[in-house]
């Protein structure tokens, strides 16, 4: 058949001349899997920024088959509802700090010991490594698939509207926001401090009506949410290390087809790893900008703050909820905690 500039024209003629909703059928076609994820991260976090780069490239290797709705900055609720949601399926895909998770998988906890890992590279490491498995199995006994590469939040630091925190005795009767986790409670009353369990979409409003005096997030959650604006202190005291979980609902994941699912988490995980490295960047490099925000920053020796853990039985409590042999697992790559 000859093609000519009439037929061309008359075949666009023709579909613009169908009726509207079978042209949407038309389309919807092309999309068999189309789930939504969410966050509680603002849009220029990296955590956001990498996830979005995953999706554009999922879309473009499965052919348009699997398509993912961003959510990012609570628009689905705070961080336990989307959980509540990723449970039930009516959320498919979740990033969630593991310390938020631990409500419901105890051990998920277990990366958020007080001075557990010395640097980044060795937190991700252990994630990578046996710890992360054990983690990733107890997660999928709860009807959640845990993605392979866990997301890098950071080193948490500690923020004051009041005061500098130069040693564990500044902490106490300090009253500090947290996320909703009995280890972090656990570790700020270890501390002297009186801890308050909020979810992170609050936390700047509870600073800024004074609910609470401080906070305590790695600096890329301090720059992206604008905490320098209520606070006006930032305590470089490292006190632990923090990530993100990405999760999918196991029933809408396996609904996929197994060449689907491997190009989905094959994608999230290169996502992750190129996460872990901008963001371990920013958390380096963005004292400086905070400064000209206002941020006044002081760096304590974590002798003291270590020493109150030990002294409060922090250690020795963790250890008995975790179990002998999880602990033995932990201390194969943080080494001996007192």
């Not at 919807?28 to 990498?50: D, M």
């Not at 490239?57 to 993912?68: F, N, P, Y």
């Not at 961003?70 to 990723?86: I, K, R, V, Y």
């Amino acid at each position: 058949m000859k093609v000519t500039r009439r037929t061309i024209l008359g075949a666009t003629a023709a579909f613009a001349a169908l009726p509207a909703a079978q042209i949407i059928s038309t389309r919807a076609r092309a999309t068999e899997f189309s789930f939504k994820y969410g966050n509680q991260v603002p849009v220029n976090h990296p955590v956001t920024v990498a996830f979005q780069r995953a999706v554009d490239r999922i879309k473009i290797d499965t052919g348009g088959r699997v398509e993912i709705n961003m959510f990012p900055n609570n628009a689905l609720g705070g961080d336990t509802d989307m959980l509540s949601q990723l449970r039930s399926g009516a959320l498919e895909f979740f990033t969630c700090s593991p310390l938020v998770l631990s409500s419901l998988v105890s051990v998920a906890a277990i990366n958020g010991l007080g001075f557990a890992f010395k640097d980044s590279e060795l937190a991700w490491g252990a994630m990578d490594g046996d710890l992360g498995e054990l983690v990733r199995r107890e997660i999928r006994q709860r009807g959640l698939t845990p993605m392979e590469k866990i997301w890098d939040s950071g080193y948490r630091q500690i923020t004051s509207g009041s005061k500098p925190i130069n040693s564990a005795d500044d902490l106490v009767g300090f009253k500090i926001r947290v996320p909703v986790s009995p280890l972090w409670t656990s570790m700020f009353k270890a501390f002297g401090a009186a801890p308050v369990g909020i979810n992170f979409s609050e936390v700047y409003s509870a600073l800024q009506t004074k609910v609470v005096d401080g906070q305590e997030t790695p600096l890329v959650s301090i720059d992206a949410a604008k905490l320098y604006e209520v606070q006006k202190y930032c305590s470089v005291t490292n006190h632990m290390w923090d990530g993100y979980w990405c999760l999918a609902n196991t029933k809408a994941f396996e609904r996929m087809p197994k060449n689907l699912q491997e190009i989905v988490a094959s994608n999230i995980n290169q996502a992750a790893l190129d996460q872990r490295k901008e963001n371990l960047r920013l958390n380096q490099t963005l004292q400086g900008d905070l400064e000209k925000k206002g941020l006044i920053f002081n760096k304590p020796d974590p002798a003291s703050f270590r020493a109150a853990l030990t002294k409060g039985g922090f250690y020795t409590e963790w250890r008995e909820k975790f179990g002998a042999e999880t602990w033995k697992v932990l201390e194969k790559y943080s080494g001996e905690l007192a």
